[in-house]
């Protein structure tokens, strides 16, 4: 039966739009389900704040009467602008095994891409650099995290069949922690400080983290903004993400540093493994999902790093020493053992380079996909 493709259009698809990976990966081993408010937050055009410079239309694929796909088309203004590239974004790609699906819902957004007048599509994409990016190709066998995709094997086969090819990939590590701490590393991190005068913040609760939350954002702006595909978040979004994300972080495991002058210096902000919480919540915080949340956080044996920043004028002067070791501090405190460093670009050395002095194995690898219209 052929392939029927329907813009969403109404709070239904919408729903069904969202749905479908709960269907597609139920009780999946390695699939992490997002939070289902989340997901709707992020799509909505009346709440992210995204929407100020992107515009975008979601499909779903039906057959037989059943929803067997869905996709986002995203135009990034902003990124247009920026990096001078007409190119139109795909993301929230998922469909079932079925090659007709994918290039019936891929078709769509080439489709919109041409009527904008765009030479290329790209993804998967979100709307800015803190949504999910790019799709996996190798480590299939390993557990997703809060900040990453997971997808079906099926999926980079196919997308490379419709012709898509690498634009850039992204790399992730496991890192075994030390459970002592190195003693090359506390001695570097004691003269970094000494000699650039730097002072380590010790937060107690998250409010006294809030204070640092625009300039944790204005650093990202500045030292993301060579990254594949970044575009600088506004005010609004700075707004939005603090709101959304800073009053729900395990202090112990966030590390800001200030420079002499007490301005912010770096950071880095990590947080107890919500994976497995996740897969038993099911998407929801009711009525038992928040319980697995909060389990998750209070106790834990793996991380996961979310950002990490040190200011252009001092890098490579052994900060990330200073970095790490508040951060192995706190683990060791805590009994984590593991980390996941989530997507970093292959290319990005400067941050590989904070886990070369840890037992650190490269175990995933996504990819952003281009097709030149």
């Excluded at 290039?103 to 030479?119: F, N, Q, S, Y």
């Excluded at 970093?344 to 952003?368: G, M, P, Y």
Aim: with cysteine; aromatic share 12%; net charge positive.
């Amino acid at each position: 039966m052929a392939i029927d493709i329907k813009e969403v259009t109404n709070k239904k698809q919408f729903n069904a739009f969202l749905d479908l990976p709960y269907r597609l990966y139920k009780d999946h081993k390695f699939h992490v389900p997002p939070l289902r408010f989340d997901e709707s937050a992020t799509l909505n055009k009346a709440k992210n704040p995204a929407f100020d410079y992107c515009e975008s239309k979601y499909w779903l694929a039906h057959k037989d009467g059943k929803v067997v796909g869905r996709i986002a088309g995203i135009l990034n203004k902003a990124f247009v602008e920026k990096w001078k590239n007409k190119y139109l974004r795909f993301g929230w790609i998922d469909f079932e095994n079925d090659i007709e699906i994918a290039k019936a819902l891929i078709g769509k957004v080439e489709d919109w891409a041409k009527e904008l007048g765009m030479t290329a599509v790209h993804g998967p994409l979100g709307f800015t650099d803190l949504d999910h990016e790019g799709m996996l190709i190798e480590g299939f066998d390993q557990l997703g995290t809060l900040a990453s995709l997971y997808n079906h094997e099926y999926y980079p086969d196919m997308i490379q069949q419709l012709g898509y090819q690498k634009d850039t990939d992204w790399v992730e590590y496991r890192i075994n922690l030390p459970q002592s701490i190195p003693e090359n590393l506390e001695k570097i991190a004691s003269v970094v400080q000494r000699r650039l005068g730097l002072t380590v913040i010790k937060a107690k609760k998250p409010k006294d983290i809030l204070p640092y939350a625009k300039p944790i954002f204005d650093l990202i702006n500045s030292e993301y903004s060579g990254l594949y595909g970044v575009t600088t978040l506004t005010d609004k979004q700075i707004a939005y993400y603090t709101k959304q994300y800073f009053g729900f972080m395990r202090t112990d495991f966030v590390s800001l540093i200030l420079d002499k002058e007490g301005k912010l210096a770096a950071f880095a902000i990590t947080m107890p493994s919500l994976s497995q919480a996740l897969q038993k919540a099911k998407g929801k915080l009711l009525p038992f999902g928040v319980l697995h949340i909060l389990k998750a956080m209070k106790k834990n044996d793996t991380v996961d790093f979310l950002m990490i920043a040190i200011r252009k004028d001092l890098q490579g002067k052994g900060v990330n020493a200073l970095l790490m070791l508040e951060m192995a501090k706190s683990y060791i405190k805590n009994g984590v053992k593991y980390a996941e460093t989530n997507h970093e670009l292959e290319d990005n050395t400067k941050v590989q380079s904070i886990w070369k002095d840890f037992d650190a194995k490269q175990h995933k690898r996504r990819r952003c996909f281009i097709k030149h219209l």
